[in-house]
């Protein structure tokens, strides 16, 4: 009897699903635009590629959590725009504070883009209901920011990215083309001779590895920050995306630059926004001292974020940090000046989080803070348009690597990011999946059988003694001691040294066995992509030996231009150290100078 290659591959699947109770679809899901993620940037990419097509593009969001889960409705402060030009605001000094902000290593053409792009959609998202806070004249309400030289972080409460990611949400309801997989856990990319072919993933309530195909990609999985202990984002912000684009040969760039936010609440990490600065609230040290006067007098407590971070570590090796209940040293955010009033109708959200996860009302004291991860800067390498390098294959959002915030982003453009890209990609891979309408997606069966051995051989049947989730522990405390808001060579080889040896064990193994919401498995998945992730984060910070913006190395302290005005790209070399490389910056008109403030 004869078996073709079709039947084998059927057969061995009976067989696993008999023995190992996991069943393996080699039925796929096809789409014309797929879309991994569904945060800001996802809906607002689900969005455009559905308009764009009028109805006759086919979209899937898929993501790991439920929509309104994604890190993204956790965005507090604002989003940044320019809209009161008849007020004294202008576009070229937004784009020259994201440029000086981010220690000129944004790409000057990228930030630009951001900033004549964004006022549209803030009116936009208006128009399709975003409860925008007002002023009193009616118009839509902004508020101060760091390190912008006009108040343009536009705001809803200290709740910006969960009514944001509402309307979202609700206009995506408009479309009948766009299909939304909640809870289907993405693993890898499939590709064909340089050209995205689609995904595999698992679908969690049952269990099922899927195939998914589709002509056109865009990756929108968000920041990575989870890979420290002290951080400000959801549990699920691990660099799975990121993970997957660098596995199918892509650059990760810029890594190195990790934005510590100056007021993370202890003991828990979650964010106090800068919005209670915007607000008029100030950081004091245990003399009662203002002391942001000495690091950044004109700006003080409104510095960009690796200012205001640097200055609080320097007071605290100074001895004049308190200490916390939890062992930390810290400073406080004093907001008691503001009154009752002011801070129940503006942040209203982080006076609730002060008193359930501090035990302080911000009403009546100040609240004990310190410098908590808070966003990535870099990501999957992209161009202007958010281009990866493989065919068909985009990123967007924090994933993303567009190259706009540089060393250093300033607050509130990150939603402003999302919300630009996620429209431009979505655009872009729609037209680009009609372009090929009605033509086949071929994708080799190798590939998916390749990807399903790494996960169930490898992860889900795979052995060991390590708790692995002791190995996520101990991961997340060496990048908080070791790769902080100051650097030091000594300190990022042992680091390095460390994941490397966390690696090495044997850790990569799934107890619970079970199909439905395995969340264990996934887990270890996670884990997998943060230990290449850190490695990626420690070595790009070795190889750059200068400061600049968020990467503060006390033992080559200033800002190299002659040799580091370069983007850092890193290449997956299979297990083995990546490959790292450089890329040059885009200048348009804005030469480099001291950032002072
Ligand atoms: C607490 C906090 C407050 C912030 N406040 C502001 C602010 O006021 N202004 C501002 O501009 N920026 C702010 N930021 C930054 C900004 O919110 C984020 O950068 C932005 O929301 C990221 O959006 P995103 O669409 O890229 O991804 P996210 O919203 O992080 O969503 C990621 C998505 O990817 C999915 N995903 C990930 N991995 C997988 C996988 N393996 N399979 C399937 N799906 C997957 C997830 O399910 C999720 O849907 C804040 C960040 C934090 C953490």
Redesign the pocket.
């Known amino acids: 009897m004869k078996f073709s290659h079709e039947s084998i591959i059927k057969y061995i699947c009976i067989i696993r699903i008999h023995v190992f109770g996991i069943k393996l679809v080699t039925d796929s899901i096809q789409h014309d635009v797929v879309i991994?993620?569904?945060?800001?940037?996802?809906l607002r990419a689900a969005i455009a590629a559905a308009a764009y097509g009028k109805g006759d593009t086919s979209i899937g969001v898929?993501?790991?959590?439920q929509v309104m889960r994604?890190?993204?409705v956790?965005?507090?402060?604002?989003?940044a725009a320019v809209l009161f030009e008849d007020e004294g605001d202008n576009i070229e000094s937004h784009i020259y504070d994201t440029i000086k902000g981010s220690d000129f290593l944004a790409d000057q053409d990228v930030a630009e883009r951001l900033v004549k792009t964004i006022p549209h959609e803030i009116y936009q998202l208006d128009h399709w209901g975003m409860p925008w806070s007002r002023r009193k004249d009616g118009r839509i309400g902004q508020r101060k920011f760091g390190g912008y030289s006009f108040p343009r972080a536009t705001y809803a409460q200290d709740k910006?990215?969960f009514y944001e990611m509402q309307t979202l949400y609700d206009t995506c309801q408009k479309y009948d083309n766009i299909n939304f997989y909640n809870e289907?856990?993405?693993t890898s990319i499939l590709k064909e001779n340089n050209l995205f072919r689609g995904l595999t993933?698992i679908e969690m309530k049952n269990g099922n590895f899927v195939k998914i195909k589709a002509p056109a990609g865009i990756i929108?999985?968000?920041?990575a920050?989870r890979i420290y202990s002290f951080s400000?984002?959801a549990y699920?912000?691990?660099p799975?995306?990121i993970d997957m684009a660098y596995r199918a040969g892509l650059a990760m760039k810029d890594m190195e630059f990790v934005q510590f936010h100056p007021t993370g609440i202890l003991p828990s990490g979650i964010?106090i926004?800068e919005g209670a600065r915007g607000e008029g609230g100030y950081l004091i040290n245990n003399q009662n001292e203002r002391f942001m006067k000495k690091y950044a007098p004109e700006k003080l407590e409104l510095a960009p974020r690796d200012v205001v971070s640097r200055s609080m570590i320097r007071e605290i090796q100074e001895g004049k940090g308190f200490k916390h209940e939890s062992g930390y040293d810290c400073l406080k955010l004093d907001l008691t000046h503001l009154g009752d009033e002011k801070i129940k109708e503006k942040l209203s959200g982080i006076r609730e989080i002060g008193i359930k996860f501090s035990g302080i009302d911000v009403i009546e004291a100040p609240i004990e803070i310190r410098p908590v991860c808070?966003?990535m800067m870099g990501g999957i390498h992209t161009d202007f348009d958010g281009k990866t390098e493989l065919g068909g294959l985009w990123a967007a959002?924090?994933?993303a690597c567009n190259s706009t915030h540089g060393a250093n982003r300033l607050?509130?453009?990150?939603?402003?990011e999302?919300i630009v890209w996620g429209r431009m990609t979505g655009e872009q891979a729609a037209q680009f999946a009609l372009d090929r309408k009605g033509s086949t997606i071929e994708i080799s069966h190798d590939q998916v059988l390749a990807e399903e051995k790494r996960i169930f051989d490898g992860i889900f049947r795979g052995r060991g003694q390590v708790n692995p989730y002791e190995v996520r522990k101990e991961l997340t405390d060496t990048m908080d001691d070791k790769a902080y808001v100051f650097r030091t060579e000594e300190t990022l080889v042992s680091g390095l040294k460390r994941i490397r040896e966390l690696k090495a064990l044997t850790w990569k193994h799934v107890d619970d066995k079970s199909k439905e919401y395995n969340t264990n498995f996934t887990n270890v998945m996670e884990i997998d992509a943060m230990l290449r992730t850190a490695e990626v984060v420690l070595m790009g910070a070795i190889n750059r030996k200068e400061s600049r913006g968020a990467h503060a190395r006390i033992d080559y302290s200033n800002r190299d231009d002659i040799n580091f005005l370069k983007h850092t790209l890193a290449y997956y070399n299979s297990e083995d150290e990546p490959r790292l490389t450089w890329h040059p910056v885009t200048f348009t008109r804005y030469a480099p100078v001291e950032r002072k403030y």
């Open positions: 991994i993620g569904s945060g800001l940037a996802g898929f993501s790991k959590v994604s890190h993204s956790s965005a507090e402060g604002g989003t910006v990215g289907w856990y993405c993933a929108c999985t968000g920041g920050g400000t984002y699920s912000s691990t799975d995306g964010l926004t808070h966003y959002g924090e994933a607050g509130a453009n990150s939603t402003s999302c």
